[in-house]
């Protein structure tokens, strides 16, 4: 029998996971569970990460974490206990099924019109890596990291899973006409991935764009892949297309360790009143037996909760209400009532079962993700980024005195706009500045020329931050600033 992990949560959490699994030992379902310690009580004993070190043991020894929503106090120094669970044990692709439920009325179910969307959201890198320094008392820093090796995690599971359920269509949500390197360098890998699947049409529409079509023609898409911040937010944006984020199942998939929650918070201003809905969490759940090969069981499952939701069955944060809301255990109850029933529209079909066998992974060390280097790096120049509040035409001139012999100052911006040698005096101005050196006469350098540049510079300004301008063969590997 396969043993997974369950933590309850906080808030309506442990009222929601009983609810679902009681519905999971009324249908038999095959699974063992271990109980773990996670969550904001867990933060207030002491640890840090939101877990004790057993569950975090029992977690990586099960490879199958069932959550409920989890609370992250607030203050600074804490992390949210849902994402570093996430980084930590690798689950790159995070998947969100968006299905019109007949019994949840939308705008969209009221004209008629079907909505099955599936988001995959790269779920470890971007702005969630949480890297931020002030950088003068008025400038805050977060590094965005977006990588090659990351994205082709998840840009390939969002290729694999789209070509198992056959869809037709794929499509990479993305901001890469302004974040031209990063952006750009996930786009550039969703296409190179497409080659490998050209039975699936793949393309591309920049986010906002995308946002705009989903609420007016959400039936257009089938699967969309984002980025970690834009997969957060358009994944919520669906969410609000079926219904709200009582109703949005969350997957988060690794190599070793998949989670499996609701996405929506904890609601301590209802918890332990028995009026929570379940439904987001069952859904989690179903797929989490879908993952494990129990499609039998899970198609019962969904068709009961299909089935109770198209007879008007609804708890009081939805539904017709002229018809009396359940609470969180009679609608439970009421699931379990309808086990063998389906729904008219939408049944799962009842797919043999694929059981998988649980296996447990011993790492001895962490793995290294790399690609293969295109091209004979070289270093070509360095940004300063340094804190001053005088005018550009005042920094200019201190920093050519520091340029020596193989370096020229080439621009300063501010903000990422170019101030000198060109600029407009309607730019308004913060007290840090990015100052860019870059060889004379393409003069090959060294980290050793930087540092002498850097040791140099530190006389005049104090410099906050640093970045080696690279080249890959004649492939600059970095932006320019704006109007330069």
């Known amino acids: 029998m396969t043993k997974i992990a369950v933590a309850k949560g906080d808030g309506i959490g442990p009222e929601i996971m009983d609810a679902v699994l009681n519905i999971f030992n009324a249908a038999h379902v095959p699974i063992e569970y271990q109980f773990v310690d996670m969550g904001k009580w867990v ?8 877990m004790t070190p057993e569950a975090q043991q029992a977690i990586e020894s099960l490879g199958i974490l069932f959550k409920g929503p989890m609370e992250t106090p607030k203050g600074k120094g804490v992390k949210s206990v849902n994402v570093t669970a996430r980084k930590t044990w690798n689950t790159y692709a995070n998947k969100r099924v968006f299905q019109t439920l007949h019994g949840v009325d939308t705008v969209f179910s009221k004209a008629g019109i079907p909505i099955d969307i599936t988001i995959v959201r790269e779920n470890i890198e971007d702005t969630y890596g949480g890297v931020e320094h002030m950088l003068t008392h008025d400038v805050a820093l977060s590094r965005r990291f977006i990588t090659r090796p990351g994205s082709e995690q998840v840009i390939r599971y969002a290729f694999e899973m789209a070509k198992k359920k056959s869809t037709k269509r794929i499509t990479c949500g993305h901001k890469a006409n302004i974040m031209k390197i990063t952006d750009g360098l996930f786009l550039d890998v ?25 609420v007016t023609r959400p039936d257009l898409f089938d699967v969309v892949v984002l980025t970690n911040l834009q997969g957060d937010i358009v994944s919520d944006l669906c969410a609000g297309l079926v219904g709200g984020l009582g109703f949005a199942p969350s997957a988060n998939i690794g190599d070793h360790i998949c989670i499996f929650e609701a996405v929506h918070g904890t609601a301590p201003d209802i918890a332990g009143k028995n009026i929570a809905n379940p439904t987001a969490l069952l859904l ?24 109770t939701l198209e007879q008007g069955i609804h708890t009081g944060d939805f539904g017709d209400k002229a018809i009396t809301a359940l609470n969180t255990t009679e609608y439970a109850a009421a699931i379990i009532g309808n086990f063998g029933k389906s729904p008219e529209i939408g049944a799962k079909p009842m797919l043999p079962d694929m059981p998988t066998t649980q296996t447990h992974f011993t790492l001895e060390k962490n793995s290294m993700m790399e690609s293969t280097e295109v091209g ?8 300063f980024f340094i804190e001053s509040n005088e005018q550009p035409i005042t920094i200019a001139n201190k920093c050519m005195r520091h340029a020596g012999v193989k370096f020229k100052l ?6 990422g706009t170019q101030v000198w040698p060109t600029g407009s005096v309607f ?49 600059k590997a970095y932006s320019l600033a704006q109007g330069q």
Not at 292 to 305: D, R
Not at 410 to 415: E, F, L
Request: proline share 2%.
């Open 190 to 214: 969703f296409y190179e991935v497409a080659k490998e699947y050209p039975e699936l049409k793949a393309d591309d529409v920049i986010v906002d764009d995308l946002c705009m079509k989903l």
């Open 376 to 383: 004979i790096e070289k270093i070509v120049g360095v940004d």
């Open 410 to 415: 080439i621009n300063i911006s501010n903000r």
């Open 43 to 50: 933060f207030d004993k002491g640890y840090s990460n939101g």
């Open 427 to 475: 730019t308004n101005l913060v007290n840090q500045y990015n100052v860019r050196f870059e060889s004379i006469d393409d003069f090959p350098l060294n980290q050793q020329d930087v540092l002498g540049l850097y040791v140099s510079m530190s006389g005049n300004f104090k410099i906050c931050s640093s970045e080696l301008l690279l080249m890959w063969g004649d492939k």
């Open 284 to 307: 989690s759940g179903i797929g989490m037996l879908r993952h494990l090969g129990l499609m039998q069981i899970a198609a019962i499952i969904e068709n009961a909760l299909l089935y």
